[in-house]
T-cell receptor
Framework: DTEVTQTPKHLVMGMTNKKSLKCEQH?????MYWYKQKAKKPPELMFV???????INESVPSRFSPECPNSSLLNLHLHALQPEDSALYLC???????????????FGQGTRLTVV | AQKVTQAQTEISVVEKEDVTLDCVYE???????LFWYKQPPSGELVFLIR??????QNEISGRYSWNFQKSTSSFNFTITASQVVDSAVYFC??????????????FGAGTRLAVHP
């Protein structure tokens, strides 16, 4: 069982829709991340939250809006996306900020997003 | 520059063959960490190993082994007697400095391994 849970696993949305991706971990990790992974490409960092505060925004367009309501939850709000935003969105967490700990980070199974 | 290169895009082997996945890295840091992750079709990145820059001892875990050589900036991964369940995309990653004093994982392009019965 994965220790980072992401919902939904699959999402199809229109370009005018508003949707949210959710991520949850109960390992007591204080750093959480969003990655975007296009087909046949490596994951690319989007956002980093450390102690519920946004620490890194890798120049992500404003149509992606992250939120960290508490230390266990991480959301990614989506609005007015484009078809090229279709990708696997991975959430991850780590014991400390910046890929800390033995494993670097624990990853969820991701949400496969298709924008039509 | 901080960079990870996995030159092998795809590898195809027959079950029970040994296979080596190459990883070459670039970093200015004197202390750094390297990782290998496995990504099966389900999507989750599964941690395999972490190696510190100051520990060049090779490691073996069952059918998996890793060869870390600082002299050539390489951290190669070998699967002995491959099995169909080993079929996945394998990523090598470097823990690198990001903005604001934080670190992040920089991934190589990945190597897709297909093990055929």
């Amino acid at each position: 069982d994965t220790e980072v849970t992401q919902t939904p696993k699959h999402l199809v949305m229109g370009m005018t829709n508003k949707k949210s991706l959710k991520c949850e971990q109960h390992m007591g990790h204080r750093a959480m991340y969003w990655y975007k992974q296009k087909a046949k490409k490596p994951p690319e960092l989007m956002f980093v939250y450390s102690y519920e505060k946004l620490s890194i925004n890798e120049s992500v367009p404003s149509r992606f809006s992250p939120e960290c309501p508490n230390s266990s939850l991480l959301n990614l709000h989506l609005h007015a996306l484009q078809p090229e935003d279709s990708a696997l969105y991975l959430c991850a967490s780590s014991r400390e900020r910046g890929a800390g700990g033995v494993r670097g980070a624990f990853f969820g199974q991701g949400t496969r997003l298709t924008v039509v | 520059a901080q960079k990870v290169t996995q030159a092998q895009t795809e590898i195809s082997v027959v079950e029970k063959e040994d296979v080596t996945l190459d990883c070459v890295y670039e970093t200015r840091d004197t202390t750094y960490y390297l990782f290998w992750y496995k990504q099966p079709p389900s999507g989750e990145l599964v941690f395999l190993i972490r190696r510190n820059s100051f520990d060049e001892q090779n490691e073996i875990s069952g059918r998996y082994s890793w060869n870390f050589q600082k002299s050539t900036s390489s951290f190669n991964f070998t699967i002995t007697a491959s099995q169909v369940v080993d079929s996945a995309v394998y990523f090598c990653a470097l823990k690198a400095r990001a903005s604001g004093g934080y670190n992040k994982l920089i991934f190589g392009a990945g190597t897709r391994l297909a093990v055929h019965p």
